[in-house]
């Protein structure tokens, strides 16, 4: 392809609608055009990306035995009122009627639609396992479309559900989409971790969300530096606090102090001079609607999803403040365990490691000071209900946790049989019985793929495509393309590239050559041949990798050997 | 891939909703499945055919230099609006509002999009020639939809658009794409007919829509047998009727007769005794809101878009009763053109050439017998406004017009600078002018392609997959898979059939060999190698083609070489 021909517009200013680095740079190297708020055209360098970074998790899908096919955008309302997801989605679905008023949305996923069909075509275990897979638009209307391609409304994306006889057949089929996934973002170039996240209403054990770690991530991720460990916040546990040694003093009784106007944290800590540590934070939470006190440290967050799983119910909310006067006899700010009576009360363990401690004192303008949990307060219940901070203690081996933002690029799930009971899904089983089928889902955002993978690999000048998703491998630039020699070297090579099987742009427009390195770089070809002024010299040229920027001279004969050399080594580095 | 793992549902009964071949087809041997009106899932065999389809298109649109890029699905009605579609397109455009209550639709085609973005892109002539194109699911919401894939709601296509500085360069790029859509076709083992057609509103010379003759088509064509002449039956002209030699005796005056209660060509005939040859029918239309009166000969028809060109409208009507009684003063069926006043009178060349004709008298009951035209009337106009009929003479090589219906899978269409004037997209031209970009828009549409190769490639055992698009090329069937000679001989084969490239499914079911048989007919793969009881005969296994059903005797060893041979032929036989 010759650049002068190529479709790929760039801009040399910061789009001052980009929102990261990514945005950004597909915006200025002329990938993706925007028509409607989280609507983009793909111009044809991000189309080619889309398509190769396509055929990768197609080709790992295969590899774990789905079959591709293609279900409908457009779905009738009928299957989503079925299982009640048609009110569930809220205003995130797209609706329409038709001509004759029949009610549809555009699929935000699908699993009504394929849970309908295998009800209808397997009805024996011997058409069991079975995964089946396709690669679409999706629909979301979010109401706050962020970062161009990452939170979009109209986005690619692969789902492929499993459906097996039993939940052992799931665990295999989810094991073969973990490794699948596993294979599928390491060809692509994208380090991912697997991070462990909480399955929510469906329950069941453990979900999976693959997330590239970036600050312009929407989700909060706790990792191990030591081992690979990798987990939703909302999911990580926290290791139980460190055995104190028997305290050398007895603490004091507990003590009543005057805190005029003092509610929060800082204005505590400020006001008594102590540290946050040495806090409780008593919060009210109306769990399926009756009150719960909750005890954390001062310096740590109440985990609501831990709540939640707890009590066995995702109906956790914070108490109104007349609740709370009312059942506390203190305004919110100075709610304490000491006394408090008629609810449960739920403590953090590491709130109950605190030796001496500061509390509300259910009464308004008052703390207690010399609080001792377990001397002064007995909780009904001792449970990690903290979110996970850096400096935690890893679950699996004691490292050091950190946090991360992170950007989520697929997930797996087991859907168990949701889906097949409310649609009566079943098959007919070995022992002659009628039972659900057991379904997974398993998703890969490909058009955020794209877009992570520009987030992971770019510098100052550009993006730097890995080898295995880059639209092109190479691009030639003559220097002087009016220079007769130097535009025919180019050509040559150009030629003798494409016959190596190396996808190649020649860059023949008649431009300054800032202006054609600078888009080359800010396109992020891996490969790029300077034909230039060593040419007459010494009858060489210039071979660079975009990722190091060494110039490597090399004769007009070699060059196109060199790239595809080159080409193999980059390529054979990605395999899984 | 193992039968006993593909979700390829075959039905035994024929499906009572299936209006055509390939309609039933589809359904038995589990391609589609229906999930509301018009709107399908393509199951893995049909989603392989699609994209084989698909990648011949590309490769052909590659080939004449397009890029593909993708533009949305879900498109803001603003554009629609600026070119006035958003009214005109009425209820076939599916229309949805999002969160904010903005107006979307679902793209039907996509030339205000694409307008928009070569408007924003293109600047200048040396960014031109460009041609971009989309494989994609389209949106109509038909009032019908019929024939499972061909008339669907939802649908895939190609759609490219061309952009060039002016009308010699669009002239080349629809040469192109001509020339490209005979490869794609050809390679798709498609016979198709280039039709020509007539551009409606947007006017120009000549459009073409690619035509597979088949009587469930919607589109009426015309052909020659002997040349490669194509029409649309709107579009045909009618070559002028061979000159009259002097007729022997002379023709006694125009004779009114009494004719009561006689009105329709088949009444009159019956009624005076001569043939509808002979009878000038007189129609009264209303061009552009003015009464206009056409003769044709008694037993043509009048064709409406003829006459709308003819008087370079689109705004045709059939005159309602009263206004033909007022002007003419006779009801309609009793209309002449002999005295008739006040109103053009357009006569279709073959109806002047009537010698000794019969025409409505302009009173009720009454007609008018000798009539000679050109003696007894004189036209204000004398031009083809009728019907190309069978028998008609090839207006390109004098053979023999017949006709017949066509299913539309694909159409190339000059837009010249319709939607670039509408939009204003323009660029700047080597002369320092600015001028707008002269369009043309090329269509395929891929699932009615699929739907149309079977149209033409099945018999009434089912499908008979060309290669080139069929889903897998070869089926190896043990007739008894519990044999464990048989089981192993048929692994073996569909191992070196595999290795050799050649896509080959290995039916590995424990059913009876008719019905493993009944399946691979069905679903139509072009090759089979059957291991049955002459195994352990004569270590030979049975190889046939499906469109010739005969039965090859083979070594073991010789049977995947066979095949591979055989596809390397009919590969062959298929290159344009």
């Known amino acids: 392809m010759r650049m002068s021909a190529l479709l790929a517009p760039t801009l040399r200013e910061q789009p001052a609608e980009a929102e990261s680095d990514s945005h950004r740079l597909m915006l200025r190297a002329g990938l993706i055009r925007k028509v409607s708020a989280g609507i983009y055209t793909y111009m044809p360098l991000a189309f080619r990306v889309i398509r190769k970074i396509s055929e990768i998790v197609r080709q790992e899908m295969d590899r774990a035995g789905a079959q591709e096919l293609q279900l409908p955008i457009v779905q009738p309302a009928e299957l989503w009122l079925a299982t009640g997801r048609w009110q569930e989605y809220g205003p995130e679905m797209f609706r329409l009627r038709d001509r004759h008023g029949r009610e549809f949305c555009l699929g935000p996923t699908h699993e009504e639609i394929i849970t309908a069909l295998v009800k209808a075509e397997v009805r024996s275990y011997r058409q ?119 305290s050398e003093k007895p603490v004091p009784p507990a003590e009543r102090v005057a805190t005029p106007a003092v509610r929060t944290i800082d204005e505590l800590t400020a006001f008594l001079g102590v540290a946050a540590e040495r806090v409780l934070k008593t919060l009210i939470y109306l769990v399926d609607g009756q009150p719960v006190a909750v ?20 109906r956790i909310e914070a108490a109104p403040p007349e609740l709370i006067e009312r059942r506390t006899g203190a305004p919110a700010g100075y709610v304490g365990p000491v006394g408090l009576e008629g609810m449960e009360v739920v403590a953090d363990p590491w709130a109950m490691a605190v030796a001496d ?134 050509e040559r090579i150009y030629r003798e590239l494409a016959e190596r099987g190396v996808e190649v742009l020649l860059d023949d427009r008649d431009e300054r050559p800032g202006v054609k390195f600078n888009d080359a770089d800010l396109m992020g070809f891996p490969y790029r041949i300077t034909v230039g002024s060593r040419l007459a010299a010494s009858g060489e040229v210039e071979a660079r990798r975009r990722r190091d920027g060494q110039d490597v001279p090399v004769g007009v004969d070699g060059a196109a050997a060199l790239v595809e050399q080159w080409l193999r080594e980059d390529l054979a580095a990605l395999e899984p």
Chains 1, 2 share one sequence.
């Open 128 to 246: 069991l396992p079975l995964m089946l897979y396709q690669i679409q638009n999706k629909y979301r209307d979010e109401i706050r479309p962020r970062f161009g391609v990452i939170r979009g409304r109209e986005f690619i994306m692969k789902d492929l559900y499993s459906f097996d006889r039993d939940e052992a057949g799931l665990e295999i089929s989810y094991q073969k989409m973990h490794e699948a996934y596993v294979r599928a973002f390491r060809r692509c170039g994208l380090q991912t971790r697997a991070v462990e996240a909480d399955p929510g209403a469906i329950g069941g054990d453990v979900t999976h969300e693959f997330m590239v770690l970036s600050p312009i991530g929407e989700a909060q991720v706790v990792y191990c530096r030591r081992c690979d460990y990798a987990a939703n916040v909302e999911r990580a546990p926290v290791a139980p606090p460190p055995h104190a040694a028997g």
């Open 295 to 314: 005890v954390v440290r001062g310096d740590h967050r109440l985990n609501e999803v831990k709540l939640g799983r707890l009590f066995g119910t995702s």
């Open 357 to 490: 401690a500061v509390t509300g004192a259910n009464a308004a303008d008052a703390h207690l000071i010399h609080v001792v949990p377990g001397r002064d307060f007995r909780p009904t219940r001792v449970a990690d209900v903290r979110v996970a901070e850096p400096g935690d203690a890893c679950p699996r081996c004691g490292g050091t946790l950190e946090t991360s933002a992170g950007i989520e690029v697929g997930q797996i799930f087991k859907l168990h049989t949701k889906y097949s009971e409310a649609l009566g899904a079943t098959f007919l089983d070995e022992d002659g019985k009628e039972k659900p089928v057991v379904m997974g889902c398993y998703g890969i955002g490909i058009t955020r793929t794209m877009a992570a993978v520009i987030e992971q690999h770019h510098d100052e000048r550009g993006i730097i495509w890995p080898v295995t998703v880059a639209p092109y491998h190479a691009i030639v630039v003559a220097v002087n393309s009016r220079d007769a020699g130097q535009a025919q070297a180019a």
